[in-house]
């Protein structure tokens, strides 16, 4: 079956540094879906990308999509202390409705 | 605005009991999932709807059984608990099929 794949599985950074988690399918994707969940939190959506190549952004946060849609890629400038928690990426498995979610990347921000 | 509501927040439950996990939702949203979350992983998807009538397996299907007789409500059954069920549950739904996914808060199952 369909595997999504997140890479780091684990983050440590110092308040201030940027961080960068990446997400690879074993299939292409239709789209891609990204998702926040704060520590006892429950998962909260970012943004969805579609488009090959598609880069989006939302103020210290940059998604991209591979050209190939079959990766992704979550890019945070300076992190803060309220990036705190797991992100996950999340796709739907070929021809379902199925989303699928990926392993996580859990970041700490030290401050 | 109740969004996604799950009952309960938390339950104990002994070998082989079994017991139904209830998700809500107030957005008239034709898909609902339902996913575990095992400690410090990923969710998994344990079955999904898109509209009432209508249900499909997911990564993780075993164990468990749903229903979806109204568009609100999507149930969650566990008929012989065992340990490996241990995890928390979150319920989700969506407006479409490639639409974003609005989380409930989660139920926290043991299972003893």
């Known amino acids: 079956g369909q595997q999504v794949m997140q890479i780091p599985q684990y983050q440590h950074v110092q308040e201030g540094e940027d961080f960068t988690t990446y997400c690879n399918s074993s299939?292409?994707?239709?789209?891609i879906q990204w998702y926040k969940q704060r520590p006892g939190g429950h998962p909260v959506f970012l943004i969805q990308?579609?488009?090959?190549?598609e880069v989006k952004k939302q103020k210290r946060l940059t998604f991209q999509f591979g050209e190939a849609k079959k990766n992704s890629s979550l890019h945070i400038t300076a992190t803060q202390t309220t990036d705190v928690g797991t992100y996950f990426c999340?796709?739907?498995?070929?021809?379902?409705?199925?989303?699928?979610f990926g392993t996580g990347t859990r970041l700490k921000v030290l401050a | 605005n109740a969004g996604v509501t799950q009952t309960p927040k938390f339950r104990i439950l002994k070998i082989g009991q079994s017991m139904t996990l209830q998700c809500t939702q107030d957005?008239?949203?034709?898909?609902m999932y339902w996913y575990r979350q095992d400690p410090g992983m990923g969710l998994k998807l344990i079955y999904y709807?898109?509209?009432?009538?209508?249900?499909d397996k997911g990564e993780v299907p075993n164990g468990y059984n749903v229903s979806r007789s109204t568009t609100e409500d999507f149930p969650l059954r566990l008929e012989l608990a065992a340990p490996s069920q241990t995890s928390v549950y979150f319920c989700?739904?969506?407006?479409?099929?490639?639409?974003?996914?609005?989380f409930g808060q989660g139920t926290r199952l043991t299972v003893v």
């Open positions: 999340a796709g739907p498995a070929s021809g379902t409705y199925k989303y699928i």
């Open positions: 989700a739904s969506g407006q479409g099929a490639n639409t974003e996914a609005f």
């Open positions: 709807s898109v509209g009432a009538g209508i249900t």
């Open positions: 957005m008239n949203h034709n898909y």
């Open positions: 299939t292409t994707l239709s789209n």
């Open positions: 990308l579609v488009k090959s190549g």
